[in-house]
Nanobody, 116 residues
Framework: VQLVESGGGMVQPGGSLRLSCAASGFTFSSYDMSWVRQAPGKGPEWVSAINTGGGSTYYADSVKGRFTISRDNAKNTLYLQMNSLKPEDTALYYC??????????WGQGTQVTVSS
């Protein structure tokens, strides 16, 4: 199993970024997926989740209305479109594979820095 995030970077407040997570080594379409972030000096924070078919999505209150999770099962790729970014969105963003009771595989993370 491999999850590889990309798309992070530095952006000014109010800007946008699109994160991608390329999945391999398992049947991507059979698993719910999530994005989790960790800011410096803080614990992990769940950001968003999507079910296997992409028809159900969930968001933390802190990102609702600004972030959009999606997936392309034909491309084995998970996405996170992030708009209206704020300095408090600065974190290392991970994609994670979800089982019924845990996130069993994580990527290496991609850094998002929001600063003027």
């Amino acid at each position: 199993v491999q999850l590889v995030e990309s798309g992070g970077g530095m952006v000014q407040p109010g800007g946008s970024l699109r994160l991608s997570c390329a999945a391999s080594g398992f049947t991507f379409s059979s698993y719910d997926m999530s994005w989790v972030r960790q800011a410096p000096g803080k614990g992990p924070e769940w950001v968003s989740a999507i079910n296997t078919g992409g028809g159900s999505t969930y968001y933390a209150d802190s990102v609702k209305g600004r972030f959009t999770i999606s997936r392309d099962n034909a491309k084995n790729t998970l996405y996170l479109q992030m708009n209206s970014l704020k300095p408090e969105d600065t974190a290392l963003y991970y994609c994670a594979r979800a089982t019924w009771n845990e996130y069993d595989y994580w990527g290496q993370g991609t850094q998002v820095t929001v600063s003027s």
